[in-house]
Structures are given as structure tokens and as C-alpha cells.
């Protein structure tokens, strides 16, 4: 099995900026594409940004040219910075990996982490 673990989220005034980071563990062939979703109270869980094996990056255009997706040197970490937040940003970031993995025989699957809360306000 895979398990995705977030850290990073809080509080933060308009303007300010936070940090996500989601870290995969587990029974890992291949990861093949690692992202972030969110959803604010009473809307449906939306893509803010997702990057690939190969490294293409895909940004909401909500947030481009405020957030950068990175990931660390094991690829199987990635990292959120969020600038310039806005209180429109306030919702629960999940992370989601597409994940080749091992049990038997290898397949592909999606795996989400348990979210993190990110609240901007004044």
C-alpha cells in the first residue's frame, strides 16, 4: 500500500504565504504524476496543481504565478508554496499521487492524503 502524509497547513493573513509539503511512502514502482486538489465548504474538490514524471506542471489558473509546485530529490516528495494568498484560497488541500505500485503483480492507482486545512483571513 501507499501512504500519502501532509504537513503545512494553518492560518494566515491575506498576503501572506504558507507551505504545503506531502510525502508518499509505501510499496512504490513508480510515481507518475503528484499534485494537489482543494475543496472550500459547499464546492466541489477542484485541481490546483499537478506535476508529472516527466516534469510538465499544471497550474489552476486561480493561482498561477502566486503557488510553485516542487518536488524533492527522491520524487517522492512535493511541496506547495502558496504567496499572495487570498481568502478565496481558504479550503482543505489534499494531495493525490498516481501511483504504480506492487501486490501480486504491479498496477496504477490514484492515492489521496488525509488533507490539510489552510484558512486566509484578517
Known amino acids: ?3 500519502l502524509v501532509e504537513s503545512g ?6 498576503g501572506g504565504s504558507l ?12 510515481i507518475n504524476a503528484m499534485g494537489w486538489y482543494r ?3 459547499g464546492k466541489e ?7 508529472t514524471n516527466g516534469g510538465t506542471i499544471n497550474y ?11 518536488r524533492g ?20 488541500y489534499y494531495c493525490n499521487a498516481d501511483v504504480t505500485t506492487y501486490r501480486g503483480g504491479s498496477y496504477r492507482r490514484d492515492y489521496w492524503g488525509q488533507g ?7
Open 39 to 41: 475543496q472550500a465548504p
Open 116 to 122: 490539510t486545512q489552510v484558512t486566509v483571513s484578517s
Open 60 to 70: 489552476a489558473d486561480s493561482v498561477k504565478g502566486r503557488f510553485t509546485i516542487s
Open 45 to 51: 474538490r477542484e485541481l490546483v496543481v499537478i506535476i
Open 19 to 30: 507551505r504545503l509539503s506531502c510525502a508518499a511512502s509505501g510499496i512504490i514502482v513508480s
Open 73 to 92: 530529490n527522491d520524487k517522492n516528495t512535493v511541496y506547495l508554496q502558496m504567496n499572495s494568498l487570498k481568502p478565496e484560497d481558504t479550503a482543505v
Open 1 to 3: 500500500q501507499v501512504q
Open 9 to 14: 497547513g494553518g492560518l494566515v493573513q491575506p
